[in-house]
């Protein structure tokens, strides 16, 4: 009994349910309260001085009050059949819930299963299967759990590409197997943030961990609002394809690009507008490829470059709009180092980020291009 009750306890818990007794007590106060108040307001509005005491109860009277009493027990039934139904309707939809969860549950375990598999293509309708866990999935914990498990694949370490060498070609052709699956998941990534978020299949607002992977393929996250949850590129190496950024909005949450490399491919942030969040790129290693920040605005939140450093490739700021307080090329323990990539900041306008003039040091290097209203006067 004990047990039993205390079940029962924790189910109404769970679904925020009180108990029945409690639940009609407080309609019937409330039905009489509503009933008081109109019979009250009735009275005020049709003047009613007094009631007649001396009047005799006659047979329309009695039947009327009949009637009345009839209505009200009516009425108090009506209010115990809501109140019943409305309970029914929470606890089916609970179970219904329940009943979701559990077979969500059943195909992740199936899922996972997949992607873990020696067949690549098995692991590539694994991957298929939890992206689509993900877009179904009842509440957003159990969608955060399948994007955790793709991130986490994509974080495993991997046999890298023997070469074409007939010797190894087994190896060869396996590597670029998995290497599918791989540019698989970051395709979906970056599809599913595409999308508005509130809509069916949008991942807008989870976090992402890509913590040290490498991306050797195309992404797009062009448009893309981040205005919620920790996306982390952090120590990712963007080694060849293109990964765009431009137009997307950076207003909430925060974006990581620390300790990132940017070796190999092109990484664009065109257009771009950061406006509330932080972003950091602190100690990334800007070393070969083309990152662009063309047109991008800089006008609210924290974007950090101390410690990054610019040895390689070409970063291109032209046209990009700072405001103050915005964008730091330093920060307490270390400053960005300029040492052989040609970094532009042609037709940017608004002030210079903080601490950019003295990194570079005077006079400017060739390879660095300052608009005018930023260079000290010529003595």
Not at 35 to 49: H, I, K, S, T
Not at 270 to 281: C, L
Request: hydrophobic share 40%; glycine share 12%; proline share 4%.
């Amino acid at each position: 009994m004990t047990s039993r009750r205390r079940s029962r306890s924790l189910n109404e818990r769970e679904l925020r349910l009180w108990r029945v007794g409690r639940t009609l007590a407080l309609t019937f106060a409330a039905a009489v309260l509503v009933a008081g108040g109109v019979f009250y307001g009735l009275v005020v509005l049709l003047d009613f001085q007094e009631i007649d005491t001396t009047a005799k109860l006659d047979a329309k009277t009695l039947f009327d009050l009949v009637k009345l009493s009839f209505g009200v027990v009516a009425g108090a039934g009506a209010l115990v059949a809501l109140v019943v139904a409305y309970r029914r309707q929470r606890v089916d939809e609970a179970g219904a819930h329940r009943e979701a969860t559990r077979l969500h549950t059943e195909r992740f375990s199936q899922a996972v299963d997949k992607l873990g598999s020696d067949s690549p293509a098995v692991r590539l309708g694994g991957v298929h299967a939890l992206a689509g866990l993900a877009d179904d999935a009842p509440d957003n914990n159990l969608r955060q759990t399948c994007i955790d498990v793709l991130c986490a694949y994509l974080q495993l370490p991997y046999t890298p590409d023997p070469g074409n060498d007939p010797t190894h070609q087994d190896e060869h052709h396996h590597y670029l197997a998995l290497r599918k699956v791989r540019h698989t998941i970051l395709r979906l990534i970056s599809d599913h943030y595409q999308r508005p978020r509130e809509t069916h299949r949008s991942w807008q607002g989870c976090d992402f961990d890509l913590d040290g992977v490498t991306i050797d393929c195309d992404m797009d996250f062009s448009g893309a609002t981040f205005s919620d949850g920790l996306v982390s590129f952090g120590g990712a190496t963007f080694s060849d394809g293109l990964v765009s950024f431009g137009g997307a909005t950076f207003s909430g949450g925060m974006v990581f690009f620390g300790g990132a490399t940017f070796s190999g491919a092109s990484v664009y942030f065109e257009d771009a507008t950061f406006s509330g969040t932080m972003v950091r790129f602190d100690r990334a290693t800007f070393s070969g490829g083309y990152t662009n920040f063309g047109g991008a605005t800089f006008s609210g939140g924290t974007v950090f470059f101390g410690g990054a450093v610019f040895s390689g490739g070409t970063v291109d700021f032209n046209g990009a709009a700072f405001s103050s307080e915005t964008v730091y090329f330093d920060d307490l323990t270390d400053r960005a180092t300029f040492s052989g990539a040609r970094v532009s900041f042609r037709n940017a306008s608004g002030s210079a980020p903080n601490g950019l003039l003295a990194t570079v040091g005077t006079p400017v290097p060739a390879e660095i291009h300052f608009p005018s209203i930023w260079l000290p006067p010529v003595p």
